[in-house]
């Protein structure tokens, strides 16, 4: 039984300091539950609010893309130069050791396969919320198809994962998948970002385009962009150098970093824009400088 005599001696009540109600710094985040609120809060850099993602989850429908036939090899030694993980359970199991201690986003829905010509058709749930709790997930990566014959099937499925997340206090970070026959334009990508943000995503992935500052004002999530296909290293840093001017939170980037001609020097490059906000040619000679001969 405690002691009754504990509380008469008590005198640390400071009255004179206000309890701190300081306002929690991810947009769109400050009415999250506690659980939730710290697992995105370890996403994104607590200095500069931003995040660097490695994208390695390529395989789950392009088979072993170029740059990562040995995922073992190539992205445990990338890991501590980077904010976040994003790739599949099957890649987590197999290249990744337990004692890498970085945010894991989660890749859990499948979609078809570039052989199809349509990957939006089919599509379901790769991995429920019960084995992303187990696998220490910090957040899910949910494919949508906005404007493609899957566009309800896959909005369907962000819903369920939202609903799954907000009962375990998992983020979700809704992706916006591009047909080839898209256009990347300013009025899709306005709609497709407050699409998925109203529908419970907390965060979005998309690309990069003109009027991108009116894409992220319109959100109300932080946004990260999508590296894409291989560019010039020069050219992904100036793509990542305005979209954080513009209003971007971060960048996934995973054929622009492993691809890269040193790997660890361009991870290194693109948390210069990101974090320190280093202009592109700064950063690019920074990875000229960096980058092994």
Sequence with gaps: MADSDALAESTNYFVDIPQPTSRFPIKGGQHLGWGMMN????????????????AFDHGYIMGPTSGLERMDLVIPPLAPQVDVLMCT?????????PTVQKPICLRATYDASVMFDDMSNGGGIAADIINAVRMNATCLAVQTFIG??????????????VDA???????????????????????????????????GANVIKTYYCDGFERITAACPVPIVIAGGKKLPESEALAMAYHAISEG??????????????????????VAKVVHEGCCDQTAYEYYLDTKQS
Excluded: W
């Design 248 to 269: 971007a939170h971060g960048v996934d980037m995973g054929r622009n970093i492993f691809q890269a001609d040193d790997p660890s020097a361009m991870t290194k490059a």
């Design 39 to 54: 697992r995105l809060a370890t996403m994104f850099n607590p200095v500069s609010g931003n995040t660097v993602m490695l």
């Design 89 to 97: 359970r099957g890649a987590v199991h197999t290249c990744l050791p």
């Design 165 to 199: 997340g907000s009962t375990y206090g998992v983020p979700v970070l809704g992706v916006v998948a591009v047909g080839k026959d898209m256009v990347r334009s300013e009025r899709f990508f306005l709609l497709a970002t407050r699409l998925l943000a109203e529908n």
């Design 148 to 161: 493609s014959p899957g566009e309800k099937n896959s909005l369907e499925l962000l819903a369920r994962l």
